[in-house]
């Protein structure tokens, strides 16, 4: 079994604590995990993405091949679009419908959504919508995450245990909150 | 044994601590920052090993360079770029008789996504004469780490790790052994084997020499170059090295037969082994990420008996990093593609300045103040406000290198040009730019010096600089700067006319002048509001 997720977004959505959260979960399931980060420059305000690298067997390269990713999870929908090279053609696209619009040439929402629904295998998450109905518009990722659930090799206690691990510094009431999201993602797609 | 996930950067940063490490020392640079980082962070923890950031890449390679001297170990870590800076210290501690076990980790950058370029320094190791290691995982990179420490000891030389981008911010688990002490403080060496006087220095260059044979010895049996021969398949013989490796298991087993295979991870080639797989093989394929480094050598001018593939060739791309993609169509396999949407193209998001950003503001009184002048210089160097050359400022003509800005603009006016101006932080500044203000002192130039101080090192995610904001002003008039054009400036919108008066009034004095716009990063603040 190997399943590689593209995970995509704009500088400072959070993009590397999705992947240590599934990163974490996969591992404490006894997964080989490989997670190919962006840092520096491309961190501010610009595309970036991340590679996670999911097996029962060694991973060798930390870079995923294109045409055989089996999802692609993006933080924001124009960046959903930009890897599908990567994306196999039964791999699916997650992205939240939320837009950072940062630079002037943003593409028409409705149209971009239309692309996005034209792929054979699809899920569009109102991810702020759904955060803060969870209780913060911060938790957006906790709803991808959730969204992302269902088709993840990975349990869904080994998910919320990850959830819990990395906020349980902030509170009981951050905690909540976070696995409100993640349930709420979990139940919209 | 315990298994940790790491970054390729932590991976090393442990395999330092467990090999006793006394010190280490850096200055900022993607992608090796998270090296320091892990590092003085476990100090914080654990109160030890001793871990700092430097003024620049030289500075920091000489404390390191002290401890070895002081017998005990040391680690210094830079991007490729900084080693450029330390070259000096670097060459010629290669030819003193190294004592404490001494480590230079070095950063590369192919792809150039947070650098100027992709150079290789597989070749600056070469130039030196010394040992390099290449790890290809971030389990090699804690292991190779280790082993630098012992090779540096055994052979008396610095060694040096060389990473790139793409192991260096991956991470991996890595099973981690046991910690040895860090080495007592003991007699110091012997001076001639350390006053590069010539004729030590003669000595020392003739023993460097003489070792060669000892380095090719370890490299020729060390367990970091495999040789796997195919007795059955001549067709074609593949040599990785370093990151290479894992791009091509990823495409192996597609092929119709395993080839011949060598991987180095440890250099001066391995010139035995690589003539047996050469003797194995009717065609070689080089794998290796930067420069055509092993692939220049094995071609030397007279042509080779087989045929050599790589990037020379063409048959791998010249530029750019290696992926499992441009490693598998150099393999002969069909290229995969993913999904696709005929006819869609989507607009490009470039970094930019964060909103809030000080530079922002800046950069707008710095336009204002310009205007009146165009054709205006403006030469700018290595930071965040180096996204000042993208729209809507465009306000910036050049980035080069380490205070590049301010000695550019001291020959752009004495040229002739006028008026220049350049622009610098207020971290670049302290790693390369006081001496070119020095210079520009000396000469009073027609120029104006803007100082974009925000108070940290932004662009590698918010290291502390090494001097505060308060003393840099004292530094700048210390240097000689007359206080009557040295101004400190507000870098806040509500200023920015005052800012833009203040900038155009120093334009027009001929002579030099000096302004520091000051405002703290706007990441930064949000940290330190937090902590509170």
Not at chain 2, 37 to 52: F, M, N, S
Request: charged residues 20%.
């Amino acid at each position: 079994m190997k399943y590689d997720i593209i995970l995509a977004g704009v500088g400072g959505q959070g993009v590397l604590s999705v992947s240590a959260i599934i990163g974490s979960a996969a591992r404490s399931q006894g997964l080989f995990v490989k997670l190919s980060e962006v840092h520096g420059m491309s961190q501010r305000g610009g595309g970036v993405v991340a590679n996670l690298r999911l097996s029962d067997k060694p991973i060798a390269s930390d870079l995923i091949p294109q045409g055989t990713a089996s999802m692609i999870l993006s933080m924001e929908p124009l960046e959903s679009l930009r890897y599908l090279n990567y994306l196999s053609p039964e791999g699916i696209l997650i992205t939240s419908t939320d837009p950072v619009v940062n630079i002037p040439d943003y593409p028409n929402l409705d149209e971009l959504v239309l692309r996005i629904r034209s792929l054979p295998h699809n899920k569009l998450v109102d991810s702020e919508h759904l955060a803060r109905q969870a209780g913060s518009a911060r938790a957006t990722n906790m709803v991808i995450i959730g969204a992302a659930s269902h088709f993840l090799p990975v349990n869904e206690e080994r998910l919320e245990d990850s959830i819990k691990n990395l906020f349980e510094g902030k509170g009981d009431k951050v905690v909540d909150i976070n696995l409100k999201a993640f349930h709420a993602g979990r139940g919209a797609a | 044994m315990t298994d940790t996930v790491l970054l390729g950067d932590e991976a090393v940063a442990l395999g330092a601590i467990h090999a006793g490490l006394t010190a280490a020392y850096a200055y900022p640079g993607t992608p090796s920052t998270e090296i320091l980082e892990y590092l003085l962070k476990h100090r914080e923890k654990h109160g030890g090993p001793h871990a700092a950031w430097c003024c620049n890449e030289k500075t920091a390679y000489e404390e390191a360079l002290g401890v070895s001297f002081a017998g005990r170990r040391a680690l210094v870590a830079m991007k490729h770029v900084g080693l450029n800076v330390a070259a000096d210290p670097f060459i010629n501690s290669a030819l003193v008789d190294i004592h404490g076990g001494l480590v230079v980790v070095v950063a590369d950058d192919p792809g150039m996504h947070s650098s100027q370029n992709e150079q290789d320094s597989r070749y600056y190791a070469d130039f030196a004469r010394i040992i390099c290691l290449e790890p290809a995982t971030q389990q090699e990179a804690y292991e190779m780490t280790r082993e630098a420490f012992d090779l540096s000891e055994k052979f008396h030389i610095p060694v040096m790790i060389r990473l790139v981008t793409r192991l260096a911010h991956s991470r991996s688990a890595v099973r981690t052994g046991e910690t040895r002490k860090e080495n007592s403080l003991g007699e110091p060496p012997d001076p001639s084997g350390w006053i590069l006087l010539p004729s030590n220095a003669r000595r020392r260059w003739h023993s460097l020499l003489e070792r060669q044979r000892d380095f090719s010895i370890y490299s020729e049996t060390s367990s970091n170059n495999t040789l796997t021969l195919n007795d059955r398949h001549r067709e074609l013989g593949v040599i990785t090295t370093g990151i290479a490796e894992t791009y091509f298991l990823e495409n192996v087993d597609e092929l119709p037969f395993e080839p011949s295979h060598l991987h180095i991870g440890a250099y001066p080639l391995p010139v035995e082994k690589i003539r047996a797989l050469v003797e194995h093989a009717d065609k070689v394929l080089v794998l290796e990420e930067g420069y055509p480094f092993l692939e220049r050598f094995l071609r030397g001018i007279v042509p080779p008996p087989i045929e050599i593939q790589g990037k020379q060739s063409g048959h791998v791309p010249a530029e750019g990093e290696l992926t499992p993609d441009n490693v598998r169509i150099a393999l002969g396999l069909a290229e995969r593609s993913g999904v696709e949407l005929p006819g869609l193209t989507l607009p490009a998001r470039p970094p930019q300045l964060c909103a809030g950003c000080p530079h922002r503001d800046t950069y707008h009184a710095l336009k204002q103040a310009v205007a009146p002048f165009e054709p205006a210089l403006v030469t700018s160097d290595i930071g965040c406000y180096t996204l000042g050359a993208l729209a809507p400022y465009s306000a910036i003509q050049s980035c080069v290198c380490m205070g590049a800005s301010i000695g550019m603009a001291k020959g752009a006016s004495e040229a002739g040009f006028r008026p220049v101006i350049a622009v610098i932080g207020d971290s670049t500044f302290l790693h390369s730019g006081v001496t070119g203000l020095m210079d520009a002192v000396a000469a009073n130039t027609d120029m104006t010096l803007v100082i974009m101080d925000n108070e940290t090192v932004a662009m590698t995610g918010g290291q502390p600089t090494i001097m505060s904001s308060s003393r840099l002003e004292r530094l700048i008039v210390g240097l000689g700067v007359d206080p009557e054009h040295f101004h400190v400036l507000s870098a806040h919108p509500k200023f920015t006319d005052h800012n833009a008066e203040v900038i155009r009034s120093e334009i027009t004095h001929r002579g030099l002048s000096v302004i520091v716009a000051v405002r703290e990063c706007i990441e930064t603040a949000r940290k330190h509001k937090a902590k509170r």
